[in-house]
């Protein structure tokens, strides 16, 4: 959007907020976000995901529907996974402006302001950068912080540490993620691939206002993995660099053996050497395999083209209603 037609008061604003298991929340965090939204922008809606909860999420959520009209709940069919949830919401929103929010109330709305006066200043995105982790483990910091470090690692784009989903994006932002097809989605590496200008703020999460995360170390792992093989050529990298050390350190070792037996006359047993050195080559092979499965199988799945969700109902109409006759 031009700079001009960003000063006008015509402006639409969309929030997508992904939902699992969030039905303690939601009664507090919706009225709250449009509460903040309805000071930015005259006509604005909130897109509400819920991705194969468990609990009540379902039935507050067609609540929030009925009593707010700038409410559109969508029912994924199963748990996606965030990542389809997010782009279900995004592919729904249909306003100059989406900002991307969790439903737990640990993104705080006073930072929605700010946002979106630096995309009226030309920012194409505004993404949130958290200034601590106090709120996870020593050991998931540190998992962390080494995972930027190795996504990053002679990558051509580079994605921001400790930015999270918490952002505010452009019409146009939005257009070119749903223009990728991917299936397997690592929404942090999307996000800067698409590239459009960028600034960072920094700001502090919340408690949960109820509940807690169900989305912990194993689950971080899983989208780390997710987004290494997605966005990184590292590990078959260092699979190609260990290859060479271990022939070199063979080649090495192969010279060893020939110099003592015709130097110094010594005899080379061998067994022992033998067995290790099978054991570890065959351990060596294995690794290399299954680093390569993983890549394999990423491609298996993005070839059979299944849809990255499946919607199961959908209630109300959001921005859409200015429309309809």
């Known amino acids: 959007m031009s700079r001009l037609a960003r000063t006008q008061d015509t402006l639409t604003f969309s929030c997508v907020m992904p939902a699992y298991n969030e039905a303690r929340n939601l009664p507090q965090v919706v009225p709250a976000v449009l509460q903040v939204l309805k000071t930015l922008a005259g006509r604005v809606e909130i897109i509400l995901v819920n991705d194969g909860s468990r609990d009540d999420t379902t039935p507050v959520a067609r609540a929030l529907c009925a009593q707010h009209p700038e409410v559109v709940f969508l029912d994924l069919s199963r748990n996606f996974g965030k990542e389809a949830a997010l782009t279900a919401g995004m592919e729904a929103a249909q306003g100059d402006v989406v900002v991307l929010m969790d439903a737990d ?69 939005v257009q070119a993620l749903n223009a990728l097809p991917e299936r397997n989605r690592f929404m942090k590496g999307l996000y800067a691939w698409v590239g459009f200008p960028s600034v960072a703020v920094d700001y502090e999460p919340l408690p949960r206002q109820a509940g807690e995360s169900s989305f912990g170390l194993r689950g971080s792992f899983a989208l780390a993995l997710t987004g290494m093989l997605a966005f990184s050529t590292v590990p078959l990298r260092l699979l190609t660099l260990f290859g060479m050390l271990l022939a070199l350190t063979a080649m090495g070792y192969g010279a060893w053996v020939v110099c003592e037996h015709f130097f110094w006359g010594m005899q080379v047993p061998g067994y022992a050497t033998i067995v290790v050195s099978v054991m570890f080559f065959s351990g060596i092979q294995l690794l290399s395999l299954g680093v390569m499965a993983e890549y394999v199988g990423r491609i298996y799945d993005e070839v059979k083209r299944r849809p990255t969700y499946l919607l199961k109902d959908r209630l109300g109409a959001g921005l859409g209603a200015d429309r309809q006759p």
């Open 105 to 173: 109330g640990q993104h705080p709305t006073d930072l929605l302001p700010l946002m979106l006066q630096k995309w009226r200043e030309g920012m194409d995105v505004v993404y949130a950068v958290r200034r601590t982790r106090d709120d996870q483990s020593a050991l998931h910091g540190w998992l962390t912080g080494w995972f930027y470090r190795l996504i990053n690692w002679g990558n051509r784009v580079e994605i921001p540490a400790h930015a999270g989903d918490f952002r505010l994006m452009d019409r146009q932002v």
